[in-house]
């Protein structure tokens, strides 16, 4: 065997020994895509929730404020009829 064929010999061991390395890291890399758009989705549905709910609740404050003011008048207007009369 002669210079050429030993260099060809050790790269086509060396290639057949990477393949695989690179084959593994690629497909890592393709797992770690997809585990992170799951992570960004969970995370978008959280952020939605969240929103959903402090709406809701800034509603519900709005609302109570609401009767609260009502309530206020009622007793503005009792006093004044009370005391005016």
Do not use: N
């Amino acid at each position: 065997m002669d210079a050429e064929e030993r260099t060809s010999a050790a790269l086509d061991a060396l290639d057949r020994q990477i393949r695989p390395e690179l084959a593994a890291w690629w497909k890592e890399g393709a797992d770690l895509a997809e585990q992170y758009k799951a992570d960004a989705s969970k995370l978008q549905k959280r952020r939605t929730a969240l929103a959903k709910r402090t709406a809701s609740i800034r509603s519900a404050l709005r609302s109570e404020e609401r009767k609260l003011g009502a309530a206020v008048v009622r007793l503005l207007k009792t006093l004044h009829r009370v005391f005016c009369w």
